[in-house]
């Protein structure tokens, strides 16, 4: 079974950018039939799609990050990272890395357990 | 960008009730609905998509329905385990968006 853990710092100053990595155990990030995403919510407030890559390196972004999001795949570590450049307070969030089914982007199941990250000098 | 809105955004109610939540989408966006259950401090769980197809492993007293515009969610006989807030996500065209979510709490 598939397992997603992400990590990286949880504080980060105003006008850096963030770098998260996704764990994946129990399965590869090789396998071209998965998408995977990454999606935020702040605090006390709803989900927003960040973006996915599937197929070792096709991504789509959400416009409104468009601008300022990476999202790449580490074959050698089995890891999705996230890089957000420019951060503001209202990147302030939880992060989640989660996966869709096979071949399908839509859906996103499981869910890494996710990881805070506060904007603050 | 497509708008979903929810309702209500909290319902309080009693184990063994039966409890509906509605979604709403700015435009049609046929079956591409899924909703996901997410508990204090925890990654949401995919419970429905495809608007009515259940997730495995989900218990049946979850049903969604709908298409077009106007989705619900219905758990037929609340459990304990069942407190939770609730989200619809929209699949029809990117971004993916998420409504606001609906918060089931104890009467």
């Known amino acids: 079974q598939v397992q997603l853990q992400e990590s990286g710092p949880g504080l980060v100053k105003p006008s850096e950018t963030l770098s998260l990595t996704c764990t994946v155990s129990?399965?590869?990030?090789?396998?071209?039939?998965?998408?995977w995403s990454w999606i935020r919510q702040p605090p006390g407030k709803g989900l927003e799609w960040i973006g996915y890559?599937?197929?070792?390196?096709?991504?789509n972004y959400n416009p409104s990050l468009k601008s300022r999001v990476t999202i790449s795949l580490d074959t050698s570590k089995n890891q999705v990272s996230l890089k957000l450049t420019s951060m503001t307070a209202v990147d302030t969030a939880v992060y989640y890395c989660?996966?869709?089914?096979?071949?399908?982007?839509?859906?996103?199941?499981?869910w890494g357990q996710g990881t805070q990250v506060t904007v603050s000098s | 960008d497509i708008q979903m809105t929810q309702s209500p955004s909290s319902v309080s109610a009693s184990v063994g009730d039966r409890v509906t939540i509605t979604c709403r989408a700015s435009?049609?966006?046929?079956?591409?609905l899924a909703w996901y259950q997410q508990k204090p401090g925890k990654a949401p769980k995919l419970l429905i998509y495809?608007?009515?197809s259940l997730q495995s492993g989900v218990p049946s007293r979850f049903s969604g329905s709908g298409s077009g515009t106007d989705f619900t969610l219905t758990i037929s006989s609340l459990q304990p385990e069942d407190f939770a807030t609730y989200f619809c996500?929209?699949?029809?065209?990117?971004?993916?968006?998420f409504g606001p979510g609906t918060k089931v709490d104890l009467k």
């Open positions: 989660a996966r869709g089914p096979p071949g399908d982007p839509n859906w996103f199941d499981p």
């Open positions: 129990g399965g590869s990030v090789t396998v071209g039939t998965y998408y």
């Open positions: 890559i599937y197929d070792r390196g096709i991504t």
């Open positions: 435009q049609g966006i046929s079956s591409w």
């Open positions: 495809t608007a009515s």
């Open positions: 996500q929209q699949a029809n065209s990117f971004p993916f968006t």
